[in-house]
């Protein structure tokens, strides 16, 4: 099989590990986000991960019903992405694929800390790569850590996984039956319409470092191996002009 993109960089949400439950993680939901992550490296593609922390704590949210501090609120999501990390690592290796977890937040314990040229010796030698702890600093969403570690490690492509989702469309298609997906579209397109399916910080990010963002359902089966393949899966925001 042709590969099109050799190095990438999966986006996960918190969310995406709940399956139907509210919070917690899903066990068939993680082996089944280990799956696609394995078909891709069986391929020789490297993969690196950032991982959400919204099924645990949502630091935005949780400084408002809690009257926390924000800057706080947001430390305690950046461990609750570290534990995600961990876990998805667990069952990788369960898997037999060698994983590395790397995290903003010094936890010498469990975890290395991100250096980057070390995270990219990891790629080179067909380790998984999980960044965890988003950024390292609060007011940062994990969408800007996932387009800023894709940077860093100078990938081909970053994938935003959605949940129910299939790509990028003109309006919410779950509530406009009429609403169209766009097959691709340029980074300035998703910032003018204000689209919101990816952080503007984290647009400018990718767009800067000319890198392609590919948005997709994670539900649909071997969609990270066909995305890395160049079959034309979801909506793809690079440079290139909208197509639908």
């Known amino acids: 099989m042709n590969i099109k993109y050799k190095r990438i960089l999966l986006k996960l949400s918190g969310e995406a590990l709940v399956g139907e439950g509210s919070l917690g993680i899903s066990p068939e939901i993680v082996d089944r986000i280990a799956e696609e992550i394995s078909m891709a490296t069986d391929l020789g593609v490297q993969v690196c991960v950032v991982v959400g922390g919204g ?68 790629l080179h030698k067909g380790r998984v790569v999980i960044f965890g702890g988003g950024t390292g600093n609060p007011f940062f969403t994990t969408d800007t850590a996932a387009a ?13 996984a959605k949940n129910g989702v299939d790509g990028v469309y003109s309006a919410d ?10 097959s691709s579209m340029s980074y300035d397109d998703v910032i003018q319409k204000d689209l919101r399916i990816i952080d503007t910080a984290a ?31 979801g909506t793809v925001i690079s440079n290139s002009k909208v197509t639908v």
């Open 203 to 233: 647009i400018s990010l990718c767009r800067d470092k000319n890198m392609p963002i590919a948005v997709f359902d994670f539900a649909r089966p071997g969609a990270v191996r066909d995305i890395v393949s160049g079959l034309d899966v």
């Open 55 to 122: 099924n645990i704590f949502r630091g935005l949210q949780k400084s408002t019903e809690l009257g926390m501090d924000r800057a706080q609120a947001d430390y305690v999501g950046m461990l609750a992405t570290i534990m995600n990390a961990l876990v998805l690592q667990g069952v990788l290796e369960k898997r037999g694929v060698q994983t590395r977890v790397q995290t903003a937040l010094n936890m010498n314990a469990i975890a290395e800390p991100y250096i980057r040229r070390r995270a990219q010796r990891h």
């Open 173 to 182: 298609p779950k509530k406009d039956k009429l609403a169209i997906r766009f």
């Open 148 to 160: 800023l570690r894709a940077s860093e490690m100078d990938c081909d492509l970053m994938l935003m």
